[in-house]
């Protein structure tokens, strides 16, 4: 089992109320999936050139007190570029104006047990192992602001309970995804792709979905048509939702066997694993409450 | 006391669960309304006296499940599992169900006024299931006994393996399931299809259903099918 939570705000005015409309939705899921939580966030893009990247200490053996400061200067030192820096405990994410692969590296090189947990102009990422109201109050969650997140609260199955295994799960830029059911091939996809040089950081069953689409998009694939390939490839139990700089996008097995429903209105869309994370939600009374059906596609748009 | 309501917003449902297994039948109440039931599992389950329960909004998982003797309505949509095992009674959702609705129900009659999910009357016992609307794909499955009337269209495998429970349709059926077969209707199919739209409460015609049962071709092991049906 796992929960998964989505919203995107229509009125502009929530944007700014995100995170606090969406922290009892996370929480709501903790049946679901006590064990680790998780949410990717996407607000206004950075500059063309400028890319952020969210990072995680929990597995350094500072930890929490990770001298992310020290981190930014040495950055700072050996890109010769000024490195933003926004910092809450074993999570920080840096800003700055050079090719991530560049400062992805450096990291790897000199602090390889930092996690990276995301790459972008628009998104930034939390996950951690606790209950979904730990990992909510440890990132401040409900002061988070923007246009649509994508959230998770885990019950492992697949794999062992771990920061990095927890979701969602990104690839590429800007990319991620969150996924509750179990996937019967997720090896299969991986021995297509990393001979396709596809990196993977985890055995877990949901990265294989993730790398899969987002490999789609690379290769030029609009969104629909890399969710049909996603139907055609991916064997097993899921109700996948992604996120991307624009867009809130959910499939569901042929089957359905995972739970999903929607709730709609003027200001939102609110997507959660069931209604009682929805039914918190202003004007929830008279939104229009669907289920959303198997083997379909349904996109929002930011 | 003839009515009494429980608000699930600030009454735990263990409290109003027990209720209806011990003062409702002792007679306290003859109808409960329950209010913000914000989607909690388990509602309205076990009752086994006939008792008048209405749930003023969306139900979760298991909503008159096991129901005997009582007349559970639902305001809004149910979770899956929506009157599972049935025994009597009655479970009317007037917004749509999730799936496997009524699975295994006994007796009873589930009445959903929107769409059901997959798998509704899933291992059908002996209850009767009538939607307003359509149903998702594998319904009927393995269906025992019982009649299900689906106004609406049905999705793929419908009443795959069916044994003895008669389905009718009005609407598309996207597929059948494997030894389901279309069956002339007889006058005593028009009357049942009557009766049950009229206890739902449903404005069709009955004679604009179609009879779906088993060709009963599966009964017998057949060594010669060769893992073909």
Same mark, same amino acid.
């Given at each position: 089992?796992?929960?998964?939570?989505?919203?995107?705000?229509?009125?502009?005015?929530?944007?700014?109320?995100?995170?606090?409309?969406?922290?009892?939705?996370?929480? =709501?899921? !903790? $049946?679901? /999936?006590? #064990?680790?939580?998780? *949410?990717?966030?996407?607000?206004?893009?950075? &500059?063309?050139?400028?890319?952020?990247?969210?990072?995680?200490? =929990?597995? !350094? $053996?500072? /930890?929490? #007190?990770?001298?992310? *400061?020290?981190?930014?200067?040495?950055?700072? &030192?050996?890109?010769?570029?000024?490195?933003?820096?926004?910092?809450?405990?074993?999570?920080?994410?840096?800003?700055?104006?050079?090719?991530?692969?560049?400062?992805?590296?450096?990291?790897?090189?000199?602090?390889?047990?930092?996690?990276?947990?995301?790459?972008?102009?628009?998104?930034?990422?939390?996950?951690?192992?606790?209950?979904?109201?730990?990992?909510?109050?440890?990132?401040?969650?409900?002061?988070?602001?923007?246009?649509?997140?994508?959230?998770?609260?885990?019950?492992?199955?697949?794999?062992?309970?771990?920061?990095?295994?927890?979701?969602?799960?990104?690839?590429?830029?800007?990319?991620?995804?969150?996924?509750?059911?179990?996937?019967?091939?997720?090896?299969?996809?991986?021995?297509?792709?990393?001979?396709?040089?596809?990196?993977?950081?985890?055995?877990?069953?949901?990265?294989?979905?993730?790398?899969?689409?987002?490999?789609?998009?690379?290769?030029?694939?609009?969104?629909?048509?890399?969710?049909?390939?996603?139907?055609?490839?991916?064997?097993?139990?899921?109700?996948?939702?992604?996120?991307?700089?624009?867009?809130?996008?959910?499939?569901?097995?042929?089957?359905?066997?995972?739970?999903?429903?929607?709730?709609?209105?003027?200001?939102?869309?609110?997507?959660?694993?069931?209604?009682?994370?929805?039914?918190?939600?202003?004007?929830?009374?008279?939104?229009?409450?669907?289920?959303?059906?198997?083997?379909?596609?349904?996109?929002?748009?930011? | 006391?003839?009515?009494?309501?429980?608000?699930?917003?600030?009454?735990?449902?263990?409290?109003?669960?027990?209720?209806?297994?011990?003062?409702?039948?002792?007679?306290?109440?003859?109808?409960?309304?329950?209010?913000?039931?914000?989607?909690?599992?388990?509602?309205?389950?076990?009752?086994?006296?006939?008792?008048?329960?209405?749930?003023?909004?969306?139900?979760?998982?298991?909503?008159?499940?096991?129901?005997?003797?009582?007349?559970?309505?639902?305001?809004?949509?149910?979770?899956?599992?929506?009157?599972?095992?049935?025994?009597?009674?009655?479970?009317?959702?007037?917004?749509?169900?999730?799936?496997?609705?009524?699975?295994?129900?006994?007796?009873?009659?589930?009445?959903?006024?929107?769409?059901?999910?997959?798998?509704?009357?899933?291992?059908?016992?002996?209850?009767?299931?009538?939607?307003?609307?359509?149903?998702?794909?594998?319904?009927?499955?393995?269906?025992?006994?019982?009649?299900?009337?689906?106004?609406?269209?049905?999705?793929?495998?419908?009443?795959?393996?069916?044994?003895?429970?008669?389905?009718?349709?009005?609407?598309?059926?996207?597929?059948?399931?494997?030894?389901?077969?279309?069956?002339?209707?007889?006058?005593?199919?028009?009357?049942?299809?009557?009766?049950?739209?009229?206890?739902?409460?449903?404005?069709?015609?009955?004679?604009?259903?179609?009879?779906?049962?088993?060709?009963?071709?599966?009964?017998?092991?057949?060594?010669?099918?060769?893992?073909?049906?």
């Amino acid at each position: 089992m796992c929960g998964i939570v989505g919203l995107l705000v229509k009125t502009p005015a929530l944007r700014e109320k995100l995170g606090e409309l969406m922290v009892p939705m996370l929480i =709501g899921m !903790t $049946e679901r /999936g006590p #064990d680790s939580a998780g *949410l990717a966030v996407f607000g206004n893009p950075l &500059a063309e050139s400028q890319r952020k990247i969210s990072v995680y200490s =929990g597995l !350094t $053996e500072d /930890g929490a #007190d990770f001298n992310w *400061l020290g981190l930014s200067h040495e950055l700072k &030192a050996h890109l010769g570029v000024p490195v933003g820096i926004e910092i809450k405990g074993n999570h920080a994410v840096l800003t700055f104006d050079v090719a991530p692969a560049i400062v992805k590296r450096w990291i790897a090189e000199h602090h390889p047990k930092l996690h990276i947990l995301s790459t972008g102009r628009s998104i930034d990422l939390y996950k951690d192992i606790g209950t979904p109201a730990e990992v909510a109050a440890r990132y401040d969650f409900s002061k988070l602001t923007g246009s649509h997140l994508v959230g998770h609260t885990r019950m492992a199955t697949e794999s062992a309970v771990t920061p990095d295994r927890a979701h969602p799960f990104t690839a590429g830029e800007d990319f991620c995804l969150v996924h509750n059911g179990s996937l019967s091939n997720p090896n299969g996809i991986r021995r297509m792709l990393e001979p396709r040089g596809i990196h993977f950081e985890t055995d877990n069953d949901t990265e294989a979905a993730c790398r899969f689409l987002e490999w789609r998009l690379r290769e030029g694939d609009d969104l629909e048509t890399a969710l049909q390939k996603g139907f055609e490839e991916l064997d097993g139990f899921f109700t996948f939702l992604m996120g991307t700089p624009d867009k809130l996008a959910l499939i569901r097995d042929p089957f359905a066997c995972k739970p999903a429903v929607v709730a709609e209105t003027d200001d939102y869309v609110a997507i959660a694993s069931e209604f009682r994370s929805l039914a918190h939600l202003p004007g929830i009374k008279h939104a229009t409450v669907f289920e959303p059906a198997p083997e379909e596609m349904y996109v929002w748009n930011a | 006391m003839e009515r009494l309501t429980f608000d699930l917003a600030t009454q735990p449902l263990r409290e109003l669960n027990t209720f209806l297994h011990n003062d409702a039948k002792d007679g306290k109440a003859r109808h409960v309304t329950v209010l913000n039931p914000d989607g909690a599992h388990n509602i309205a389950v076990g009752l086994d006296c006939p008792v008048e329960v209405e749930i003023v909004g969306h139900a979760g998982y298991y909503a008159g499940g096991m129901n005997k003797s009582a007349s559970v309505t639902i305001t809004g949509s149910a979770g899956t599992g929506v009157a599972e095992n049935m025994m009597s009674g009655k479970v009317h959702v007037k917004g749509f169900a999730s799936n496997g609705a009524g699975a295994s129900a006994h007796g009873g009659l589930l009445v959903i006024d929107g769409d059901a999910g997959l798998r509704c009357g899933i291992s059908l016992k002996g209850g009767n299931i009538v939607v307003g609307g359509s149903v998702g794909s594998f319904s009927a499955f393995m269906a025992q006994a019982g009649r299900m009337v689906i106004c609406g269209d049905a999705g793929d495998a419908l009443g795959d393996s069916l044994y003895e429970a008669v389905l009718y349709v009005k609407g598309n059926v996207k597929s059948l399931g494997a030894d389901a077969q279309y069956e002339p209707m007889t006058d005593e199919d028009i009357a049942a299809v009557a009766s049950l739209l009229d206890q739902a409460g449903l404005d069709h015609d009955p004679k604009a259903f179609r009879r779906i049962a088993s060709k009963r071709s599966l009964y017998h092991w057949n060594a010669d099918a060769n893992q073909e049906y």
